[in-house]
């Protein structure tokens, strides 16, 4: 009733300031702090961790961690770890992570050389938090992850392959091409139209052989062109960066724009990135402007720009593009000479 009589006072432009005056209805926070003194049931709290509600099994997790020394606590996670999947494994790999992290990476490779099931990906993240960098162990796991049949672990793996992959890493490279590979093939399709796009492991697979070995020229075009969106932006990156650096690559590029081999999205992109072609590279990719294709010629006017043409060059060119039959390459070419 007071609270009642106090919103019939407030005017109208101090009407948000009732949420301050409301009263609380939110049970406080749980302090798992006291979990000690309350005399819990172990048991009790760890068959918790197989319960339906996400938000018991939290609370499971945070009591347990709590109650337990360190003893206690690994063998409770070794159980969790060998019998459960899905949500019990990540709240798991919460409690995992209390302990000290060779304890922990020792535990999660021990489930790793058992099947993998749903919630396994957990198990990787947990080795990626405490930088498990036992060699030996991490190839078996990651062997078994990254051919895992279920995305979500895949991409945990390939994560955890990310702390390892370091230029001389050779034998890890070819796990890593080998499972790109495989995953190219096994992978669900890339909605084209929309939709939700499914997990794959091959944009942290690439980040990770990048990482080891530099990718070479003719692998950056088919990332360039890759279905997957991520692969293509990695690619594409890669590839700027190498024009940028290699002139055997450059005059590569030209050619292979000239002849129909390049995208006219991937010569847009580019140009638009001022590689330092040199002038015979330039005068091979002038021949864009008069290409059959209009989105090619289109993506040709990123050439008039000073880091490729003179002012007077750029202004005759761009005159000769104003004959052009696209409407849309018309008024670009009005709008440069203006």
Same mark, same amino acid.
């Given at each position: 009733?007071?609270?009642?009589?106090?919103?019939?006072?407030?005017?109208?432009? $101090?009407?948000?300031?009732?949420?301050?005056?409301?009263?609380?209805?939110?049970?406080?926070?749980?302090?798992?702090?006291?979990?000690?003194?309350?005399?819990?049931?172990?048991?009790?709290?760890?068959?918790?961790?197989?319960?339906?509600?996400?938000?018991?099994?939290?609370?499971?997790?945070?009591?347990?961690?709590?109650?337990?020394?360190?003893?206690?606590?690994?063998?409770?996670?070794? $159980?969790?770890?060998?019998?459960?999947?899905?949500?019990?494994?990540?709240?798991?790999?919460?409690?995992?992570?209390?302990?000290?992290?060779?304890?922990?990476?020792?535990?999660?490779?021990?489930?790793?050389?058992?099947?993998?099931?749903?919630?396994?990906?957990?198990?990787?993240?947990?080795?990626?938090?405490?930088?498990?960098?036992?060699?030996?162990?991490?190839?078996?796991?990651?062997?078994?992850?990254?051919?895992?049949?279920?995305?979500?672990?895949?991409?945990?793996?390939?994560?955890?392959?990310?702390?390892?992959?370091?230029?001389?890493?050779?034998?890890?490279?070819?796990?890593?091409?080998?499972?790109?590979?495989?995953?190219?093939?096994?992978?669900?399709?890339?909605?084209?139209?929309?939709?939700?796009?499914?997990?794959?492991?091959?944009?942290?697979?690439?980040?990770?052989?990048?990482?080891?070995?530099?990718?070479?020229?003719?692998?950056?075009?088919?990332?360039?062109?890759?279905?997957?969106?991520?692969?293509?932006?990695?690619?594409?990156?890669?590839?700027?960066?190498?024009?940028?650096?290699?002139?055997?690559?450059?005059?590569?590029?030209?050619?292979?724009?000239?002849?129909?081999?390049?995208?006219?999205?991937?010569?847009?992109?580019?140009?638009?990135?001022?590689?330092?072609?040199?002038?015979?590279?330039?005068?091979?990719?002038?021949?864009?402007?008069?290409?059959?294709?209009?989105?090619?010629?289109?993506?040709?006017?990123?050439?008039?720009?000073?880091?490729?043409?003179?002012?007077?060059?750029?202004?005759?060119?761009?005159?000769?593009?104003?004959?052009?039959?696209?409407?849309?390459?018309?008024?670009?070419?009005?709008?440069?000479?203006?």
């Amino acid at each position: 009733r007071t609270f009642l009589n106090t919103v019939r006072t407030i005017p109208d432009d $101090r009407i948000f300031e009732l949420f301050d005056l409301a009263p609380l209805v939110d049970a406080p926070a749980p302090d798992s702090a006291q979990a000690k003194q309350l005399g819990l049931d172990p048991a009790k709290l760890e068959a918790a961790f197989y319960h339906g509600s996400e938000w018991l099994v939290k609370l499971a997790a945070s009591l347990l961690a709590e109650s337990l020394d360190s003893e206690a606590l690994r063998a409770v996670t070794a $159980r969790l770890f060998a019998q459960g999947r899905g949500f019990t494994l990540q709240a798991a790999a919460g409690v995992a992570a209390r302990l000290a992290p060779g304890v922990a990476a020792e535990l999660a490779y021990e489930r790793l050389r058992a099947p993998l099931v749903p919630g396994c990906e957990h198990l990787y993240a947990l080795l990626t938090y405490v930088k498990a960098l036992n060699e030996e162990e991490a190839t078996a796991a990651l062997r078994a992850g990254l051919h895992s049949r279920y995305a979500r672990i895949a991409v945990a793996a390939a994560d955890f392959a990310l702390i390892h992959a370091k230029p001389g890493a050779e034998s890890l490279y070819s796990l890593l091409r080998e499972a790109y590979a495989h995953w190219q093939q096994h992978e669900e399709p890339y909605p084209t139209k929309g939709g939700v796009i499914p997990p794959s492991p091959r944009e942290k697979l690439l980040l990770g052989m990048a990482a080891i070995r530099p990718p070479e020229y003719r692998d950056l075009l088919r990332y360039v062109e890759d279905p997957r969106s991520d692969i293509r932006e990695i690619g594409t990156n890669a590839l700027l960066a190498h024009l940028t650096k290699s002139s055997e690559a450059r005059c590569l590029f030209a050619d292979s724009a000239v002849a129909g081999k390049v995208s006219p999205h991937l010569i847009g992109r580019v140009l638009k990135a001022k590689i330092p072609f040199d002038q015979s590279e330039i005068k091979t990719l002038g021949a864009l402007f008069m290409n059959q294709d209009s989105k090619v010629r289109y993506a040709a006017l990123g050439l008039l720009d000073r880091a490729y043409l003179s002012q007077e060059d750029m202004q005759a060119q761009a005159r000769a593009m104003t004959q052009d039959t696209e409407q849309e390459i018309r008024d670009v070419a009005y709008r440069f000479i203006d």
